[in-house]
């Protein structure tokens, strides 16, 4: 199984990268209710947004490389992995958005780099 854990690292990165492309599109966009109206006009910013629909096409090759890794190992194996991606957008969203991280924020990201890091050596 530890031979497969560059695919399941790249699955991470992928979906960290979706989420970071999603994030940025849809910061570009102005506020909307969650209203039928509302979205109907914020729907075509959001569609032709070329930030989103990069994030979205990063997020298709992640779920891509996610399967793959599934097909490989075992479940239990895998997605304690995924765990990951919260790390880096909780790294990126301090240093780069520059958002407030707590102390329980930082015990979660402490805790899930321990499972992970206990999932692996396993």
């Known amino acids: 199984m ?3 854990i560059p695919l399941i690292l790249f699955t991470v990165l992928t979906n960290f990268g979706s989420q970071v492309l999603l994030k ?3 910061s570009t966009i102005d506020s909307f209710e969650l209203n039928s109206e509302s979205l109907l006009k914020a729907a075509p ?3 032709f947004n070329l930030y989103v629909i990069a ?3 990063v ?3 992640s779920m891509g490389t996610h399967l793959i890794v599934l097909s490989r190992v075992d479940i239990s194996f895998a997605y ?3 765990g990951l991606s919260f790390v880096l957008i909780t790294l990126w969203g301090h ?3 520059s958002e407030d991280i707590n102390i329980y924020r930082i015990l979660g990201v402490v805790l899930i780099c321990s499972g992970v890091a ?3 050596k396993s």
Do not use: D, Q, R
């Open 80 to 82: 304690p992995f995924l």
């Open 95 to 97: 240093f780069v958005l």
């Open 2 to 4: 530890a031979k497969y």
């Open 24 to 26: 940025h599109g849809m």
């Open 118 to 120: 206990l999932v692996a």
């Open 45 to 47: 910013g959001i569609i």
């Open 59 to 61: 997020m298709v090759i």
């Open 55 to 57: 994030g979205l096409l």
